[in-house]
């Protein structure tokens, strides 16, 4: 675009369809509007279907890493941005891979909301209180791996589908409980959810969850200038940090690995871990120091946790 956004020619922005990609998309429209005092016809939300969209995929309960690996919720995106379909892409940020597609790029992070999962069952509050061998349902490896490593008597069963689908399912008795990002509850504003959040100690979250990134094309100077006022200094420097560390351990949908950067000032504390999918093993460590470092923080405490872990972690898991 070479004009400001306008309801003749709207800036057209690309997300995926899911309630939680529209609420994420709403949010960015209403803060460009609330920006620069534009109707909100000057926006258009334009839905893109992903490769993990797959509906009959999400019924069958089908595992994501099945379906493929890296960019599972961003390649279709993405391909329309770099084509000019769209104008700018939301996403959410724990599904973007560590690097952009030639000529993208993400220097737009929105105010991150919690970072926690919920735990979510109408008969037990933490994932300490479910009975013996309960039955629990995520199609996450990560908290399929960290729930196996705290409580290995529980029997974990994929769990897909959005949160409508899911609590019908835990009301059909095909799992006891699941778990759900804190974030999506809350962004998605739908009242009476049995979830309560779950301690960080106890559950190291997925790598940027509950951040929202706005991704645009290289060179485009108007979005450039249209994302400046909404993206939050702060939860930039923690992503940097936590995708770092991502990055280093070459982490895909495929691999178990959490982590969180929390920022005191001027210092930045890392947590992370790595897991076999089974949870037989886990991996954890911190590292501290100045926010300006995250990167470096990140890429150091990944190195310090393979170290520990040794070279062949990854493989066969």
């Known amino acids: 675009m070479t004009q400001m956004p306008s309801p003749s020619a709207p800036l057209k922005i690309g997300t995926r369809g899911s309630p939680l990609a529209l609420a994420q998309a709403h949010e960015t429209r209403e803060r460009l509007m609330t920006a620069f005092d534009l109707p909100q016809e000057a926006f258009e939300i334009v839905i893109i279907k992903t490769t993990g969209d797959d509906r009959s995929m999400i019924a069958n309960d089908i595992p994501l890493k099945e379906i493929g690996n890296k960019g599972l919720f961003t390649k279709e995106i993405e391909e329309a941005l770099l084509a000019g379909g769209i104008d700018i892409a939301v996403h959410s940020m724990k599904d973007m891979p560590t690097v952009q597609p030639e000529g993208l790029m993400l220097d737009c992070y929105l ?3 919690d970072t926690r999962d919920a735990f979510i069952c109408s008969h037990a509050d933490t994932i300490h209180d479910l009975p013996q061998s309960a039955v629990v349902g995520t199609s996450s490896l990560r908290r399929r791996a960290q729930l196996l490593n705290r409580r290995p008597d529980l029997e974990v069963v994929e769990f897909r589908g959005n949160l409508q689908t899911r609590l019908k399912k835990l009301e059909d008795g095909v799992a006891f409980a699941t778990f759900l990002a804190c974030a999506g509850l809350k962004r998605m504003k739908i009242p009476g959810v049995p979830m309560t959040p779950i301690d960080t100690d106890d559950m190291l979250p997925a790598l940027a969850q509950g951040a929202i990134g706005i991704e645009r094309r290289v060179g485009d100077a108007l979005t450039e200038r249209l994302l400046a006022p909404l993206h939050h200094h702060d939860t930039g420097l923690r992503l940097a940090a936590e995708r770092s560390f991502l990055k280093t351990l070459d982490g895909s949908c495929e691999t178990p690995i959490a982590g969180l950067a929390e920022l005191d000032g ?41 170290a520990k872990a040794g070279p062949d972690f990854f493989d066969h898991l």
């Open 111 to 113: 105010p991150r909301e």
């Open 266 to 306: 001027d210092q930045l504390r890392l947590r992370g871990e790595i897991l076999k999918t089974d949870g037989s093993l886990s991996y954890a460590g911190e590292i501290s120091g100045s926010i300006k470092d995250g990167a470096a923080l990140g890429e150091s405490l990944a190195k310090e946790l393979l």
